[in-house]
C-alpha cells in the first residue's frame, strides 16, 4: 500500500543551525510533495510545493528537494529560529483531478536557543 | 488570504448523540475536505467534496456523513457518536481541478465522545 514516512519524531537543534527534516515515500510515485507546518492546537498552513520534475524549491530560508531515485523528499531550515519550532508534515498528491492527499506523520522541531 | 473557519474549538458529546460539526471558507473553493487527526496516526482523510451536492468516500468514511448543500459551507455529520470518534476534526478546502493545490485548513475541533 502507498506510504509516506517521516521518520524523526522529533527533532531538537540548536538556534542559527540548519534543520534538516525527511519524508520518504514507497510504493508509489507521487507527482507532487508539498510541506505543511502545524502549531499547537492550530490547522497545517501550506509551506512549499515541488514537482517530480523539480529538483529543488526554495522559499526564503526554506528549501526543498525531490530525489524520486531515493524516494525522498528533503525539507530544510536555514539560520532557524525558536520561531520555527513548530510540527512539519509532508504530504503528496497527484493532481490529474484526483483529490488523494497522503500526509505523513509529523515531524516536531524544536529550535533551542 | 483564505479563510477557513470551523464553528466550534472544543465540543464535548455523549455517545449515542448526533453531531455536527461545520466548516466554511470565503474564497470560492470547489474542493472541501474533512480530516480527523490522531497522535501517532496523521491525518487522515474521512470526506471531501468537489463540488455543491458533490461528495467521495476518503480513507475512513465508516459513521461519518457530510453534506454541501452551498459551496462554501461543509458539514461533517457524526450519526452516532462513539468514543473512538474522539479526534482532532480538520476542515480543509482547495481551488481548482488539480489535484496539487495546497489545502487551507481552518483550527481544527477537538471533539470529545464520553
Known amino acids: 500500500s502507498q506510504k509516506i514516512e517521516q521518520n524523526s519524531e522529533a527533532l531538537n537543534i540548536q538556534e542559527g543551525k540548519t534543520a534538516t527534516l525527511t519524508c520518504n515515500y514507497t510504493n508509489y510515485s507521487p507527482a507532487y510533495l508539498q510541506w505543511y507546518r502545524q502549531d499547537p492546537g492550530r490547522g497545517p498552513v501550506f509551506l512549499l510545493l515541488?514537482?517530480?520534475n523539480e529538483k529543488e524549491k526554495r522559499k526564503e530560508r526554506l528549501k526543498v528537494t525531490f530525489d524520486t531515485t531515493l524516494k525522498q523528499s528533503l525539507f530544510h531550515i536555514t539560520a532557524s529560529q525558536p520561531a520555527d519550532s513548530a510540527t512539519y508534515l509532508c504530504?503528496?498528491?497527484w493532481g490529474g483531478g484526483t483529490y488523494k492527499y497522503i500526509f505523513g506523520t509529523g515531524t516536531r522541531l524544536k529550535v533551542l536557543a | 488570504d483564505v479563510k477557513v473557519t470551523q464553528s466550534s474549538r472544543y465540543l464535548v458529546k455523549r455517545t449515542g448523540e448526533k453531531v455536527f460539526l461545520e466548516c466554511v471558507q470565503d474564497?470560492?473553493?470547489?474542493?472541501m475536505f474533512w480530516y480527523r487527526q490522531d497522535p501517532g496516526l496523521g491525518l487522515r482523510l474521512i470526506y471531501f467534496?468537489?463540488?455543491?451536492?458533490?461528495?467521495e468516500k476518503g480513507d475512513i468514511p465508516e459513521g461519518y456523513s457530510v453534506s454541501r448543500e452551498k459551496k462554501e459551507r461543509f458539514s461533517l455529520i457524526l450519526e452516532s457518536a462513539s468514543t473512538n470518534q474522539t479526534s482532532m476534526y480538520l476542515c480543509?478546502?482547495?481551488?481548482?481541478?488539480?489535484?496539487?493545490?495546497?489545502?487551507?485548513f481552518g483550527n481544527g475541533t477537538r471533539l470529545t465522545v464520553t
Open positions: 504530504a503528496h498528491s
Open positions: 480543509a478546502s482547495s481551488s481548482g481541478a488539480e489535484g496539487y493545490s495546497p489545502l487551507h
Open positions: 474564497m470560492d473553493h470547489e474542493n
Open positions: 515541488i514537482r517530480e
Open positions: 467534496s468537489y463540488d455543491v451536492k458533490m461528495k
